[in-house]
């Protein structure tokens, strides 16, 4: 197991390092008001701590209790490999860690795991819609946007029917998993947790804007955020969200009346802005974890 998370761990920075180089996002827009930004950043790191707590909480509805170091580690040191096409890597990386640190079968990890990034999509998707209510965006969006917000209520609510039909799915493909049931009342329990990561980020992408741009800013891109950052991560075929992600934002800013090329700009900024909270995890991690030779040259 360790050699796995090791392996993915390897290929994440490759193909980080590539759609960096092929987005050309080692361009940094201005910045100019640095308050704005110092204080959107902090916003962005808090949030990325939160985002391990839930991991925490998330593992506590299968009876898989970790400390905060844990969480973080996990959540950290697999931080890039979303960025390996299929986006699937980094539920799989955080669940192999804890699996191996933690010595219990990586199928309760992994559908911990699983239900995590639902959740996450969820309460994203909840905060994201309702910027749907103040614009009109392409019809495709508000589709899109409905259908998956219905389709993963669904999971959530008949999460022992759908678990059911894809356990027997898997044993047709030779696949005999373990897959856990979960309560609906533990996941609203844990819900705050997720949208507390969702508001840190949100709150901080406004004032981001801000930070690169004088003219008025509507309070309700604060909403633009969730929604473009679920929607991107539903798009399977963009690494990461790369290129989703930033068309829906420039939509949103220019639908406020945001000129093109400054919401571009922002775009552009907002993903250097969130790799920046991205690093700050992983380097956080990296100091946490006490085999950091293990991971580098084991």
């Known amino acids: 197991m360790k050699n796995f998370f090791n392996i993915l761990f390897y290929i994440s920075l490759i193909f980080l390092g590539i759609y960096l180089y092929k987005f050309n996002y080692f361009t940094i827009p201005k910045i100019y008001n640095f308050n704005y930004f110092a204080v959107s950043t902090l916003l962005l790191f808090a ?5 391990a707590y839930t991991w925490k909480r998330t593992l506590q509805l299968y ?3 970790i400390v905060n170091k844990l969480a973080i580690s996990s959540s950290g040191l697999s931080i890039f490999m979303k960025y390996i096409p299929g986006k699937i890597m980094v539920v799989l990386g955080r669940a192999a860690y804890v699996s191996s640190k933690m010595n219990v079968p990586i199928s309760k990890t992994t559908t911990s795991s699983f239900l995590n990034q639902i959740i996450i999509l969820w309460t994203g ?3 994201g819609g309702i910027i749907l209510f103040t614009i009109n965006i392409p019809h495709i969006w508000n589709i899109i946007s409905i259908l998956v917000f219905l389709f993963l209520t669904l999971i959530l609510i008949f999460n022992k029917y759908f678990f059911s039909i894809l356990k ?3 044993i047709k493909l030779g696949k005999n998993l373990t897959i856990e049931e979960f309560k609906i009342k533990d996941v609203i329990n844990i819900c705050p947790s997720f949208f507390l990561n969702w508001i840190f980020w949100s709150i901080g992408f406004y004032l981001l804007i801000k930070s690169a741009y004088f003219g008025d800013v509507s309070l309700f891109l604060i909403f633009a955020f969730p929604l473009s950052a679920t929607l991107a991560i539903i798009v399977l075929f963009a690494p990461g969200g790369l ?7 420039v939509a949103c800013l220019v639908l406020f009346n945001v000129p093109l090329d400054i919401a571009t700009g922002i775009s552009v900024l907002s993903r250097l802005w969130f790799l920046l909270g991205e690093l700050f995890i992983f380097i956080f991690a990296l100091v946490l974890d006490k085999n950091l030779k293990k991971i580098f040259f084991y």
């Open 47 to 51: 949030g990325f701590i939160v985002q």
């Open 63 to 65: 009876d898989i209790y």
């Open 125 to 127: 998707l909840f905060l």
């Open 168 to 170: 027997k799915l898997l």
């Open 243 to 249: 290129g989703i992600r930033e068309g829906i934002i």
